[in-house]
Protein backbone atom coordinates (compact mmCIF):
# COMPACT_ATOMS: atom_id res chain seq x y z
CA UNK A 1 0.00 0.00 0.00
CA UNK A 2 2.60 2.45 1.07
CA UNK A 3 5.09 1.22 -1.02
CA UNK A 4 3.50 1.81 -3.80
CA UNK A 5 3.50 5.35 -3.02
CA UNK A 6 7.33 5.09 -2.42
CA UNK A 7 7.57 3.76 -6.19
CA UNK A 8 5.54 6.38 -7.25
CA UNK A 9 7.58 9.36 -5.85
CA UNK A 10 10.65 10.68 -8.06
CA UNK A 11 13.71 9.35 -6.87
CA UNK A 12 15.15 13.23 -6.86
CA UNK A 13 14.07 16.77 -7.84
CA UNK A 14 13.52 19.78 -7.02
CA UNK A 15 10.10 20.84 -5.17
CA UNK A 16 7.51 23.21 -7.28
CA UNK A 17 6.04 26.36 -6.74
CA UNK A 18 5.12 27.56 -10.52
CA UNK A 19 1.51 27.34 -11.77
CA UNK A 20 -0.02 25.71 -15.18
CA UNK A 21 0.35 28.22 -17.95
CA UNK A 22 -2.57 30.10 -16.58
CA UNK A 23 -1.90 30.58 -13.18
CA UNK A 24 2.18 31.16 -13.63
CA UNK A 25 2.04 34.93 -14.85
CA UNK A 26 0.21 36.50 -11.66
CA UNK A 27 3.04 34.07 -9.42
CA UNK A 28 6.06 34.50 -11.51
CA UNK A 29 7.88 36.75 -8.48
CA UNK A 30 7.59 33.42 -6.57
CA UNK A 31 10.39 31.82 -8.81
CA UNK A 32 13.34 32.20 -6.67
CA UNK A 33 12.71 34.39 -3.37
CA UNK A 34 15.52 36.48 -2.59
CA UNK A 35 14.34 37.16 1.06
CA UNK A 36 15.66 33.46 1.91
CA UNK A 37 15.48 32.32 5.50
CA UNK A 38 19.10 30.90 7.17
CA UNK A 39 17.63 27.54 8.83
CA UNK A 40 15.98 27.31 11.89
CA UNK A 41 12.26 26.15 13.09
CA UNK A 42 9.17 28.29 11.44
CA UNK A 43 5.70 27.70 12.63
CA UNK A 44 2.15 29.27 11.45
CA UNK A 45 -0.24 30.24 14.65
CA UNK A 46 -3.89 30.83 14.28
CA UNK A 47 -5.06 32.07 17.71
CA UNK A 48 -8.46 33.51 16.64
CA UNK A 49 -11.40 31.72 14.50
CA UNK A 50 -11.80 33.36 10.98
CA UNK A 51 -8.74 35.58 11.74
CA UNK A 52 -5.04 35.52 9.79
CA UNK A 53 -2.58 33.44 10.75
CA UNK A 54 0.95 34.84 11.61
CA UNK A 55 4.33 33.42 10.26
CA UNK A 56 6.71 33.04 13.67
CA UNK A 57 10.38 32.41 13.47
CA UNK A 58 11.38 30.40 16.31
CA UNK A 59 14.80 30.22 18.05
CA UNK A 60 15.10 26.36 18.35
CA UNK A 61 17.73 26.53 21.05
CA UNK A 62 15.39 28.31 23.94
CA UNK A 63 12.19 28.54 22.04
CA UNK A 64 11.93 31.97 21.81
CA UNK A 65 9.71 33.62 19.10
CA UNK A 66 12.41 35.58 16.87
CA UNK A 67 10.08 37.29 14.56
CA UNK A 68 6.40 37.48 13.97
CA UNK A 69 4.49 38.69 10.58
CA UNK A 70 0.61 39.08 9.99
CA UNK A 71 -0.18 36.78 7.02
CA UNK A 72 -2.91 37.91 5.17
CA UNK A 73 -4.60 34.39 4.60
CA UNK A 74 -5.32 31.87 7.29
CA UNK A 75 -2.96 28.83 6.35
CA UNK A 76 -2.38 25.33 8.24
CA UNK A 77 -0.84 22.37 6.90
CA UNK A 78 2.54 23.49 5.51
CA UNK A 79 6.13 22.76 4.50
CA UNK A 80 8.76 24.17 3.28
CA UNK A 81 9.96 24.07 -0.46
CA UNK A 82 14.02 23.81 -0.66
CA UNK A 83 14.12 24.42 -3.96
CA UNK A 84 11.87 28.05 -4.26
CA UNK A 85 13.12 29.13 -0.81
CA UNK A 86 9.77 29.38 0.49
CA UNK A 87 6.36 27.59 2.43
CA UNK A 88 4.36 25.74 0.90
CA UNK A 89 1.05 25.30 2.62
CA UNK A 90 -2.90 25.17 2.65
CA UNK A 91 -5.00 28.07 2.60
CA UNK A 92 -8.65 28.10 3.86
CA UNK A 93 -9.36 31.90 4.32
CA UNK A 94 -8.53 35.50 3.10
CA UNK A 95 -8.22 38.50 4.95
CA UNK A 96 -11.02 36.36 7.30
CA UNK A 97 -13.08 35.34 4.21
CA UNK A 98 -13.35 31.77 2.87
CA UNK A 99 -12.00 31.09 0.00
CA UNK A 100 -15.09 29.08 -0.62
CA UNK A 101 -14.10 26.03 -3.45
CA UNK A 102 -12.04 23.71 -1.08
CA UNK A 103 -8.98 25.31 0.16
CA UNK A 104 -6.35 26.94 -2.07
CA UNK A 105 -2.27 26.10 -2.12
CA UNK A 106 0.02 28.95 -1.50
CA UNK A 107 3.23 30.04 -0.77
CA UNK A 108 4.58 32.09 1.77
CA UNK A 109 7.92 33.72 1.44
CA UNK A 110 10.14 34.05 4.79
CA UNK A 111 9.31 37.56 4.87
CA UNK A 112 5.50 36.88 5.38
CA UNK A 113 4.37 37.85 1.58
CA UNK A 114 1.60 35.14 0.32
CA UNK A 115 0.89 34.13 -3.02
CA UNK A 116 -2.36 31.96 -3.97
CA UNK A 117 -1.23 29.22 -6.49
CA UNK A 118 -4.55 27.78 -7.12
CA UNK A 119 -6.80 24.95 -6.44
CA UNK A 120 -6.75 21.24 -6.30
CA UNK A 121 -9.24 19.92 -8.34
CA UNK A 122 -9.60 16.55 -7.42
CA UNK A 123 -9.45 17.04 -3.66
CA UNK A 124 -11.04 19.53 -0.75
CA UNK A 125 -7.64 20.45 0.47
CA UNK A 126 -9.31 22.72 3.59
CA UNK A 127 -9.86 20.23 5.64
CA UNK A 128 -5.96 18.32 5.52
CA UNK A 129 -4.47 19.85 8.75
CA UNK A 130 -1.39 17.38 8.66
CA UNK A 131 1.25 18.21 5.88
CA UNK A 132 5.12 17.85 5.04
CA UNK A 133 6.87 18.42 1.50
CA UNK A 134 9.19 15.37 0.27
CA UNK A 135 10.20 14.70 -3.14
CA UNK A 136 8.69 17.77 -5.32
CA UNK A 137 5.09 16.03 -3.37
CA UNK A 138 3.02 17.77 -0.65
CA UNK A 139 1.95 15.04 1.56
CA UNK A 140 -1.55 15.61 3.16
CA UNK A 141 -3.43 13.45 5.43
CA UNK A 142 -6.93 13.88 4.16
CA UNK A 143 -9.73 11.92 5.69
CA UNK A 144 -7.55 9.26 6.65
CA UNK A 145 -5.73 8.61 3.14
CA UNK A 146 -2.26 10.00 2.59
CA UNK A 147 -2.71 12.35 -0.70
CA UNK A 148 -0.05 13.38 -3.06
CA UNK A 149 -0.19 16.56 -4.63
CA UNK A 150 2.47 17.51 -7.40
CA UNK A 151 4.01 21.10 -6.23
CA UNK A 152 7.23 20.51 -9.26
CA UNK A 153 7.56 23.59 -11.45
CA UNK A 154 6.72 22.93 -15.06
CA UNK A 155 5.20 19.73 -14.04
CA UNK A 156 2.32 18.25 -16.01
CA UNK A 157 0.81 17.69 -13.35
CA UNK A 158 1.20 20.41 -11.05
CA UNK A 159 -1.31 21.05 -8.38
CA UNK A 160 -3.08 17.80 -9.40
CA UNK A 161 -3.24 14.89 -6.47
CA UNK A 162 -1.07 12.00 -8.08
CA UNK A 163 -1.38 9.60 -5.43
CA UNK A 164 -3.94 8.27 -2.44
CA UNK A 165 -3.57 5.61 -0.67
CA UNK A 166 -5.55 4.67 2.66
CA UNK A 167 -3.67 4.82 6.00
CA UNK A 168 -6.11 2.50 8.17
CA UNK A 169 -5.41 2.03 12.04
CA UNK A 170 -3.17 5.40 12.17
CA UNK A 171 -3.58 7.22 15.80
CA UNK A 172 -5.03 10.38 16.55
CA UNK A 173 -2.17 13.65 15.58
CA UNK A 174 -2.19 17.04 14.36
CA UNK A 175 1.15 17.42 12.09
CA UNK A 176 3.86 14.96 10.49
CA UNK A 177 6.96 15.57 8.85
CA UNK A 178 9.75 13.60 7.10
CA UNK A 179 12.93 13.08 9.15
CA UNK A 180 16.35 13.43 6.60
CA UNK A 181 18.08 10.77 5.91
CA UNK A 182 15.44 8.51 7.71
CA UNK A 183 12.63 8.92 4.66
CA UNK A 184 9.55 8.20 7.01
CA UNK A 185 7.27 10.21 8.27
CA UNK A 186 6.88 11.04 12.08
CA UNK A 187 4.22 12.33 14.32
CA UNK A 188 3.45 12.81 17.97
CA UNK A 189 0.44 11.05 19.42
CA UNK A 190 -1.67 11.63 22.81
CA UNK A 191 -4.08 9.07 24.15
CA UNK A 192 -5.60 10.96 27.03
CA UNK A 193 -3.44 8.90 29.67
CA UNK A 194 -0.19 8.06 29.92
CA UNK A 195 2.85 9.88 28.16
CA UNK A 196 2.31 10.92 24.23
CA UNK A 197 3.71 9.01 21.99
CA UNK A 198 6.07 9.03 18.93
CA UNK A 199 4.74 7.59 15.67
CA UNK A 200 6.58 6.42 12.36
CA UNK A 201 5.45 5.55 9.43
CA UNK A 202 7.59 3.90 6.95
CA UNK A 203 6.89 5.02 3.38
CA UNK A 204 8.87 1.89 1.92
CA UNK A 205 6.86 -0.80 3.88
CA UNK A 206 3.89 0.75 5.40
CA UNK A 207 4.86 -0.63 9.04
CA UNK A 208 3.26 1.93 11.74
CA UNK A 209 5.26 1.92 15.10
CA UNK A 210 4.87 3.55 18.06
CA UNK A 211 7.11 4.29 21.23
CA UNK A 212 6.36 6.27 24.61
CA UNK A 213 8.28 9.47 24.77
CA UNK A 214 9.09 10.86 28.97
CA UNK A 215 8.44 14.37 29.45
CA UNK A 216 5.34 15.39 27.16
CA UNK A 217 1.87 15.48 28.81
CA UNK A 218 -0.33 12.85 27.31
CA UNK A 219 -3.56 14.98 26.97
CA UNK A 220 -2.72 17.58 24.51
CA UNK A 221 -2.62 18.14 20.91
CA UNK A 222 0.64 18.78 19.33
CA UNK A 223 -0.36 20.33 16.13
CA UNK A 224 2.75 21.66 14.94
CA UNK A 225 5.82 19.16 14.70
CA UNK A 226 8.87 19.23 12.53
CA UNK A 227 13.04 18.08 12.22
CA UNK A 228 15.82 20.15 12.58
CA UNK A 229 18.36 20.11 9.27
CA UNK A 230 20.38 16.67 11.16
CA UNK A 231 17.18 14.67 12.07
CA UNK A 232 18.67 14.20 15.39
CA UNK A 233 15.34 16.68 17.31
CA UNK A 234 11.86 16.64 16.47
CA UNK A 235 10.14 20.06 17.59
CA UNK A 236 6.98 19.69 18.92
CA UNK A 237 4.24 22.58 19.71
CA UNK A 238 1.08 21.65 22.29
CA UNK A 239 -1.49 23.45 21.09
CA UNK A 240 -4.00 22.89 24.08
CA UNK A 241 -1.15 23.11 27.46
CA UNK A 242 -0.37 27.01 26.60
CA UNK A 243 1.81 26.74 23.54
CA UNK A 244 4.46 24.52 24.80
CA UNK A 245 7.42 24.09 22.70
CA UNK A 246 9.52 20.60 23.14
CA UNK A 247 12.36 19.46 21.81
CA UNK A 248 12.22 15.52 21.08
CA UNK A 249 15.22 13.20 21.09
CA UNK A 250 14.94 9.89 19.05
CA UNK A 251 15.58 7.89 21.95
CA UNK A 252 12.43 8.63 23.22
CA UNK A 253 12.81 11.76 25.83
CA UNK A 254 11.68 15.29 25.79
CA UNK A 255 12.50 19.06 26.92
CA UNK A 256 10.14 21.81 27.41
CA UNK A 257 11.79 24.68 25.95
CA UNK A 258 8.82 27.43 26.43
CA UNK A 259 5.01 27.69 26.90
CA UNK A 260 3.18 30.97 25.65
CA UNK A 261 -0.76 30.85 25.52
CA UNK A 262 -3.29 28.15 23.57
CA UNK A 263 -3.70 28.05 19.71
CA UNK A 264 -6.36 27.47 18.08
CA UNK A 265 -4.44 25.99 14.97
CA UNK A 266 -1.03 25.88 14.14
CA UNK A 267 1.72 24.42 11.84
CA UNK A 268 5.39 24.10 11.16
CA UNK A 269 8.16 23.40 8.76
CA UNK A 270 12.17 23.81 9.04
CA UNK A 271 14.13 26.39 6.44
CA UNK A 272 16.27 23.65 5.41
CA UNK A 273 19.55 24.42 3.99
CA UNK A 274 19.73 22.71 0.16
CA UNK A 275 21.11 19.06 0.18
CA UNK A 276 24.70 18.78 -0.77
CA UNK A 277 25.83 15.76 -2.16
CA UNK A 278 27.82 13.34 -0.09
CA UNK A 279 30.96 13.51 -0.57
CA UNK A 280 33.22 10.89 -2.31
CA UNK A 281 36.63 10.09 -2.33
CA UNK A 282 37.71 9.57 -5.58
CA UNK A 283 41.20 7.83 -5.56
CA UNK A 284 43.83 9.36 -7.64
CA UNK A 285 43.96 8.19 -11.21
CA UNK A 286 47.01 5.78 -11.52
CA UNK A 287 49.05 7.28 -14.49
CA UNK A 288 49.07 5.26 -17.70
CA UNK A 289 52.15 3.67 -17.52
CA UNK A 290 54.19 5.10 -20.90
CA UNK A 291 54.23 1.72 -23.07
CA UNK A 292 57.80 0.07 -23.08
CA UNK A 293 59.98 1.55 -25.70
CA UNK A 294 61.59 -0.88 -27.93
CA UNK A 295 65.27 -1.37 -28.04
CA UNK A 296 66.45 -1.58 -31.09
CA UNK A 297 68.24 -5.27 -31.68
CA UNK A 298 71.85 -4.71 -32.46
CA UNK A 299 73.50 -7.99 -34.50
CA UNK A 300 76.34 -9.22 -32.81
CA UNK A 301 79.43 -8.10 -34.20
CA UNK A 302 80.61 -10.16 -37.21
CA UNK A 303 84.20 -11.32 -35.49
CA UNK A 304 86.58 -10.36 -38.63
CA UNK A 305 89.59 -13.19 -39.02
CA UNK A 306 92.52 -11.78 -37.61
CA UNK A 307 95.28 -10.95 -40.64
CA UNK A 308 98.64 -11.72 -39.38
CA UNK A 309 101.18 -9.20 -40.13
CA UNK A 310 104.79 -11.14 -40.24
CA UNK A 311 106.69 -9.52 -37.44
CA UNK A 312 109.56 -7.57 -38.46
CA UNK A 313 113.01 -9.25 -38.69
CA UNK A 314 114.93 -9.42 -35.51
CA UNK A 315 118.28 -7.76 -35.97
CA UNK A 316 121.38 -9.90 -34.45
CA UNK A 317 122.78 -7.78 -32.34
CA UNK A 318 126.71 -7.42 -32.74
CA UNK A 319 128.45 -9.16 -30.38
CA UNK A 320 129.56 -7.83 -26.98
CA UNK A 321 132.99 -6.72 -26.70
CA UNK A 322 134.93 -6.95 -23.51
CA UNK A 323 135.94 -3.43 -23.35
CA UNK A 324 132.39 -1.90 -24.01
CA UNK A 325 129.23 -1.71 -22.14
CA UNK A 326 126.24 -3.18 -22.51
CA UNK A 327 123.87 -1.34 -25.02
CA UNK A 328 120.53 0.76 -23.47
CA UNK A 329 117.29 0.10 -23.98
CA UNK A 330 116.89 3.24 -26.60
CA UNK A 331 120.12 2.06 -28.41
CA UNK A 332 118.99 -1.06 -28.68
CA UNK A 333 115.46 0.27 -30.52
CA UNK A 334 117.52 2.14 -32.89
CA UNK A 335 119.14 -0.33 -33.74
CA UNK A 336 116.46 -2.38 -34.95
CA UNK A 337 115.20 0.25 -37.14
CA UNK A 338 118.44 0.83 -39.14
CA UNK A 339 119.65 -1.58 -41.32
CA UNK A 340 122.04 -4.51 -40.26
CA UNK A 341 125.37 -3.34 -40.29
CA UNK A 342 128.21 -6.06 -41.97
CA UNK A 343 130.60 -6.79 -39.95
CA UNK A 344 134.06 -7.44 -41.31
CA UNK A 345 136.69 -10.07 -39.45
CA UNK A 346 139.48 -8.72 -38.32
CA UNK A 347 142.06 -8.68 -40.14
CA UNK A 348 145.19 -11.00 -39.62
CA UNK A 349 148.16 -9.89 -40.70
CA UNK A 350 150.06 -13.10 -40.93
CA UNK A 351 147.72 -13.82 -43.79
CA UNK A 352 148.63 -10.94 -45.54
CA UNK A 353 152.14 -11.99 -45.24
CA UNK A 354 151.61 -15.12 -46.67
CA UNK A 355 149.48 -13.95 -49.61
CA UNK A 356 152.58 -11.32 -50.16
CA UNK A 357 155.20 -14.53 -49.94
CA UNK A 358 153.22 -16.25 -52.59
CA UNK A 359 152.52 -13.27 -54.97
CA UNK A 360 156.39 -13.24 -55.07
CA UNK A 361 157.25 -16.72 -55.50
CA UNK A 362 154.88 -16.68 -58.56
CA UNK A 363 156.71 -13.71 -60.25
CA UNK A 364 160.12 -15.28 -59.31
CA UNK A 365 158.96 -18.76 -60.69
CA UNK A 366 157.66 -16.57 -64.25
CA UNK A 367 160.38 -14.48 -64.57
CA UNK A 368 162.72 -17.41 -64.58
CA UNK A 369 160.61 -19.33 -67.04
CA UNK A 370 160.80 -16.07 -69.50
CA UNK A 371 164.57 -16.14 -68.80
CA UNK A 372 165.68 -19.60 -69.82
CA UNK A 373 164.43 -19.10 -73.71
CA UNK A 374 166.45 -15.75 -73.76
CA UNK A 375 169.56 -17.66 -73.16
CA UNK A 376 169.55 -20.37 -75.16
CA UNK A 377 168.66 -18.13 -78.33
CA UNK A 378 171.80 -15.65 -77.62
CA UNK A 379 174.32 -18.88 -77.63
CA UNK A 380 172.84 -20.48 -80.77
Known sequence: MIASLAASLPAAGALALAAPAAAVRPHAALATDTSRCTGGLYQVHTVRKHHSSRLVAVDPDTGRTRSATHLDHTVNAVGYDVARHVFIGVATRRNGHPIGDGGHIVAITPAGETRDLGRVPSAPVSRAYVAAIAKGRLLLLLEGDLVAVDVRPGSASFLRVVSRRS???????????????????????????????????????????????DGLPGHGFFGAVAFDDAGQHLYATDN???????RITMDGTATRLTRG????????????????????????AKPTPAPPRRQAVVPPPVPRPAIRRPSPPAATPPPASPSLASPSPAGIVKAARKRPAVVEPPRDHRTT????????????????????????????
Not at 175 to 198: E, I, K, M, N, Q
Not at 240 to 246: C, E, I
Not at 264 to 282: E, I, K, Q, Y
Request: with cysteine.
Open 240 to 246: HNGGALY
Open 261 to 284: RGLLGSDAAWCRTAPRPPATTTPP
Open 167 to 213: LPHLPSFGDWDVRPGDGALYAVSTRGRGPSRLVRVDLATGAVTERPV
Open 353 to 380: TVRFGIVLLVLGLGGAAFAKPVTRIGKR
